[in-house]
């Protein structure tokens, strides 16, 4: 896992839950990977995972060595459509197919599959061009003004057809409700928070229901903090009420593991029934929330074993308040006022420095889907490459929002590991 750069998207449905992992792989150098190494260590960290994982590279010597080699009960590798003009490449997807490799077919902007690529891939991942996303905007538009009830078609689009670069809110409700498609890569957050610029996000419905049912089953409170941690807007708005003057509590409350028992779970209780009136229900908003407990949870896992849980906590807190201002619709140093953060959270979110800048800096740099860029950040940071690909391993092999956590909260899943002293600088 040391020769190689990672980066990663997820594919989003209908349900808006994680469909897909495409994982994307790039050589440090130019010398050859070791790829039958690389995909053990990926079926080790991948034993028990909740989506479908897809291969991504750009690199030709690589991808022919994923195609030879892939386990077809691991994953599926894409294969993008310029690449098969090269009668070698043919040859090697066909040797694929022959032994149950699943593949993905992938055009440039705007482009469409041959006939007969259609049969042969498992799945095809079309990209929309401009001229694409404008004339279904119009035929959206159109719809809305003949004043007709919206109907689904599940016809328009087969059940394999995925969809990349839906970046209009708009349009992901159409293609994923209306117009049947499979699931879509990345999810434009500030388009969808873009609505709420007038009026902040709310917490969702079902993470205050799940939270009040968790209470009334006498959870413990690490299991409280756990759930709890799934809603960032949660976190945030408990650290603000736990502060607020009204409370007039003797001391700061910085972590919301201390909120939870400086409050108490019968107030907790009151205070989340106070916010279901007002709670919401848009779906959209999921991605969002499941994206930033993603960028949480790396952060934590990047940092060494057996770390303290002070150091967890904060890392944790700090990935989780990362976009609290496309939340709430106001700069971030004027969302973060009312909070008593640790300094070395304030200097990452803020300032964009101090000790955890560089754990913040690599989780927001995974999720571009742009290897080199993974590659550039460890750099930067000086943190070695295997250590943080393990990390996003470990964090994106269970993305699902309803068990996915920061480390910091709960009890780290997953296989036992090595402490990495390069992968914590300043945290000594």
């Known amino acids: 896992m040391n ?55 750009t690199d030709t010597g690589l991808l022919m060595d994923l195609l030879a080699q892939t386990p077809p ?26 032994r149950g490799l699943q593949l993905v077919w992938r055009g440039e902007p705007g482009a469409r599959p041959l006939p007969d690529h259609t049969h042969s891939f498992a799945q095809t991942l079309l990209s929309l061009s401009a001229e694409d996303a404008l004339q279904n905007l119009r035929l959206l538009r159109a719809q809305s003004r003949s004043e007709l ?19 209009n809110a708009s ?25 709420y610029r007038q009026t902040s996000a709310q917490p ?9 049912a968790l209470i009334e089953d006498d959870a413990a409170i690490e299991d409280v903090a756990c759930a709890l941690s799934q809603e960032p807007l949660l976190v945030y708005r408990l650290l603000r009420f736990a502060n607020s003057a009204g409370l007039g509590l003797k001391r ?29 229900r848009d779906l959209n908003l999921h991605p969002v929330a499941t994206l930033t407990v993603m960028r949480a949870r790396f952060m934590t896992e990047l940092l060494e ?51 955890y800048w560089p754990y913040l800096d690599l989780a927001i740099t995974l999720e571009s889907g742009q290897a080199q860029a ?27 929002a309803s068990t996915a956590a920061p480390r910091g909260f709960v009890k780290p899943p997953g296989p036992a590991r090595q402490s990495h002293p390069h992968a914590h600088p300043g945290l000594h």
């Open 171 to 195: 349009l992901l409700n159409y293609f994923l409700d209306q117009q049947g498609a499979s699931a879509l890569m990345g999810w434009p957050c500030e388009e969808v928070l873009f609505a």
């Open 374 to 400: 993974t590659q550039a950040a460890c750099l930067r940071h000086g943190l070695d490459a295997e250590s943080v690909n393990l990390a996003l391993l470990r964090t994106i092999s269970a993305p699902c």
């Open 149 to 167: 009830p919206t109907r689904v078609s599940p016809g328009t689009f087969a059940s394999h057809i995925l969809l990349d670069g839906v970046a």
């Open 73 to 98: 009960d691991l994953a599926q590798v894409e294969v993008p459509e310029r690449l098969l003009a090269d009668p070698a490449i043919t040859q090697q997807v066909l040797r694929a197919q022959q």
């Open 305 to 355: 074993a057996g770390a303290a849980s002070e150091l967890q906590d904060e890392l944790a807190l700090c990935g989780l308040l990362s976009q609290m201002d496309l939340l709430m619709g106001e700069p971030l140093q004027l969302v973060l006022q009312p909070l008593a953060l640790a300094p070395r959270v304030s200097a990452a979110l803020l300032n964009h420095s101090g000790p």
């Open 204 to 212: 969702a419905w079902h993470a205050l229901q799940g939270l009040l």
């Open 3 to 57: 020769d190689v750069s990672l980066a990663y998207q997820f594919l989003w449905n209908a349900q808006r839950q994680p469909e897909q992992v495409w994982l994307y792989l790039e050589p440090l150098t130019g010398d050859p990977v070791n790829v039958r190494h690389l995909l053990t260590a990926l079926s080790r960290q991948w034993s028990a995972p909740c989506v479908k994982l897809t291969l991504s590279s």
């Open 252 to 280: 700061e409350i910085t972590a919301l593991r201390h909120a939870l028992m400086v409050l108490g779970l019968g107030r907790i209780v009151s205070w989340l029934k106070a916010q279901l009136p007002q709670a919401s």
